[in-house]
């Protein structure tokens, strides 16, 4: 499985930017695409995801700027971020969690993008 990412780069406090990631190989029907963030001396935190059901979860500090969207059929998510402020400075990481249900018990597998440096200056 490799996760493509795109987008990112430098904008001004209150600016906007938007993130893409796309998903390649072989995982499982059931899946959730997103995005979790990492700033220097933190750590990784959810941004966003949306599963292959449409089901969306947001992170605290991202709700109401940020839209996450999502192509099933090109496995592809989006990430439109808005009035961005310097404490959303961080590395994201394409992130996909796909299961296969089972009834003794779901295999699950992670998968990270190599991450796309978002800078907002103030």
């Known amino acids: 499985v490799q996760l493509q990412a795109s987008g990112g780069g430098l904008a001004q406090d209150g600016g906007s930017l938007r993130l893409s990631c796309t998903a390649s190989g072989r995982f499982f029907k059931t899946n959730w695409l997103g995005w979790y963030r990492q700033a220097p001396g933190n750590e990784r935190e959810l941004v966003a995801t949306?599963?292959?059901?449409?089901?969306?979860q947001y992170g605290d500090s991202v709700k109401g700027r940020f839209t996450i969207s999502r192509e099933n059929a090109e496995n592809k998510v989006s990430l439109q971020m808005n009035n961005l402020k310097p404490e959303d400075t961080a590395v994201y990481y394409c992130?996909?969690?796909?299961?296969?249900?089972?009834?003794?018990?779901?295999?699950?597998?992670?998968?990270w993008g190599q991450g796309t440096l978002v800078t907002v200056s103030s």
């Open positions: 992130y996909l969690h796909s299961r296969r249900p089972d009834p003794w018990r779901d295999e699950e597998h992670d998968y």
């Open positions: 949306v599963t292959s059901g449409g089901y969306i």
